[in-house]
């Protein structure tokens, strides 16, 4: 065979770095979603009692809440724990939450380690690193439930609103907050009854849509059931998380 043939033949046989990104891409999304490649490489997972439906997460999250509220939170003990979450993890839920520092999920939820899969950032936002965390989840972990979390008074919304209101950018990197949480205030703006607490909502509401139609990851697992998305409201006088109404 002479050298060029066997060249031809050798770039013929070698698969294009786009075609193995595919099929790396092809590859994790059945993994994740119950195919074959799932199906010969299942083990145990570290918390079996996590393995939930959708409804059944939110359920759980919910009672959690209300042990946290009534004052009779579980005492969780590492140390039983710790031997399983060291190989690997399952959460049963994913929260976005704000990064302010009276806002605790693992608190909130009454839940122990391995249980909740968090983000936190001021605002409670969905920017690219936090979606593709939340695919993380989602795809590798099999999370079957996302909650965006806000609260009342958030600082971030406030800022936002005023920054708007006054046309004065903020210092540092805060604009870029700004930039994220502006298109709620602005839907918010045109709502009746208290500005700060519409646009908390609509920030709330903002993100739950743009995590549920996220592609290619989260819209898939959300149509086909075995995900859902839901926000939240954390009220900072009794530590109570109200469902927002699920469109």
Known sequence: MCDKCSENLHQSLAPSRRSMMLFAASALGMAAFGGPASAKNAKAPPKPQNVLSPDAALKRLMEGNSRYVSGVSRRHDFTHEREALVGGQNPYAAVLSCADSRIAPEYAFDSGRGDLFVCRVAGNFAGDETVASMEYTVAVLGTPLILVLGHDNCGAVDATIKSLKDDKPLPGHIPALVSAIAPAVKTA????????????????????????????????????????????IYRLSTGTVELLAQG
Do not use: F, H, M, T
Not at 191 to 208: E, H, P, T, W
Not at 221 to 228: D, H, I, T
């Open 189 to 232: 703006a045109q709502q009746s009854g208290n500005a700060l607490d519409n646009a908390i909502r609509q920030n709330v509401i903002d993100n739950v849509a743009k995590l549920k139609s996220a592609a290619p990851i989260l819209n898939a697992a959300v149509e086909q059931g075995k995900l859902k998305v839901v926000g939240g």
